[in-house]
């Protein structure tokens, strides 16, 4: 009896788990936005191409990326808020470019971007996807080589991408609001010292720690473990954290698979960009149903982004397994933050002494 009872407890469960893994949620996002985020990403691309600079356009398209903040409030105030994003990503980009100039300040330097960005994205209430991107762009900046000559024409590409964002940002915002009314301006919530300060300690320290772990395996490209975790640890509750760790390890398994199909077509320059563009959209049309569903997508489209400037291509199978290992080490991390961070024994003891370090600063 006690057998069959753990068995009936063992299929409910994974039963409860594969409902909660591939349930979809509805979704009011209208496609043009979809569409102008898709151009904001990967029309840089297309100039790359054309001038035959793929480096560059790459640069721009990172800041092309920070459409994805526009919220959806009246216009005066969805600008103002792209704009301080867009300063944002560029401030991040900048620091991750001088920290590829001195390699031992890099974890620290990502480290401290992470907890002031995260500080920031919930002081103010910046909705999804957080700071996931701003860091985002700081791990690109320290992943890319390059002399303190070649900072200024690096910073300029990004902002070039932001500033093409902005003006596709203007024309869409102008658009949609003549069929739909904005959202309300959210109002401010009275902020917290756990919430704004902790656990932006707590996700920093993960950040800098699945750096470190990522160096000294030896991991080519640390920014996609960087990147990993923080997809993992945003979550908002255990459970959240739990699912998008399942998702983000499926998700980017079978998008490998897909990563392997598109590196086997003869990929040039001008379809790489294309590629990016039809991947952007179907992201963006999909991630707030269903983020692992997104995470098939988003695998290949991260790696035609991080191979974009260099051609011919490597190896599709090199890459592919390179890929899969950091999102497993990435996402590891990500999910033992996400364990600290929603474990009220850990807070307990990690916040009084936050607090006395910061001399007893209070938020509430």
């Given at each position: 009896m006690v057998s069959k009872s753990r068995k009936d407890r063992l299929r409910s469960f994974a039963a409860e788990e594969?409902?909660?893994?591939?349930?979809?949620?509805?979704?009011?996002?209208?496609?043009?936005?979809?569409?102008?985020?898709?151009?904001?990403?990967?029309?840089?691309?297309?100039?790359?191409?054309?001038?035959?600079?793929?480096?560059?356009?790459?640069?721009?398209?990172?800041?092309?990326?920070?459409?994805?903040?526009?919220?959806?409030?009246?216009?005066?105030?969805?600008?103002v808020m792209f704009m301080a994003c867009a300063f944002g990503m560029i401030g991040c980009f900048t620091l991750g470019v001088l920290s590829h100039l001195l390699p031992a300040a890099m974890m620290l330097v990502l480290t401290l971007c992470a907890i002031l960005v995260t500080m920031v994205c919930r002081l103010y209430q910046v909705g999804p996807p957080g700071s996931l991107f701003f860091v985002m762009a700081a791990a690109l900046g320290a992943d890319s080589p390059g002399t303190l000559a070649e900072v200024p024409a690096k910073v300029g590409a990004l902002a070039l991408g932001a500033l093409g964002a902005g003006l596709i940002a203007l024309v869409y915002s102008v658009y949609i609001l003549r069929t739909r009314d904005p959202r309300p301006i959210a109002p401010s919530q009275p902020p917290t010292f756990d919430f704004v300060i902790l656990d932006a300690v707590i996700i920093g320290l993960s950040v800098g720690s699945s750096l470190l772990l990522a160096q000294l395996l030896g991991l080519e490209k640390a920014y996609w473990v960087v990147v990993s975790c923080l997809a993992v640890i945003q979550g908002a509750t255990m459970r959240t954290v739990w699912e998008r760790h399942i998702h983000r390890v499926l998700g980017t398994s079978i998008g490998l698979v897909l990563a392997w199909g598109i590196f086997a077509l003869p990929l040039d320059p001008w379809l790489v960009a294309l590629l990016i563009i039809a991947l952007a959209f179907i992201i963006e049309t999909i991630v707030v149903r269903h983020y692992g569903f997104a995470a098939v997508f988003i695998t290949p489209m991260t790696i035609l982004l991080g191979e974009a400037a260099h051609f011919p291509l490597g190896s599709a199978t090199q890459l592919i397994q390179a890929r899969f290992i950091d999102t497993v080490v990435g996402g590891l991390i990500g999910f033992l933050g996400g364990m600290a961070i929603h474990s009220p024994g850990f807070r307990a003891a990690l916040g009084p002494r936050l607090r006395r370090l910061l001399g007893g600063t209070r938020l509430d």
């Open positions: 594969w409902r909660q893994l591939t349930v979809f949620r509805a979704s009011d996002r209208p496609w043009q936005k979809s569409f102008a985020a898709s151009l904001a990403i990967g029309l840089p691309l297309l100039f790359g191409a054309g001038f035959d600079q793929m480096a560059l356009g790459l640069i721009a398209s990172l800041g092309g990326l920070v459409f994805l903040y526009l919220p959806s409030t009246p216009l005066q105030h969805r600008m």
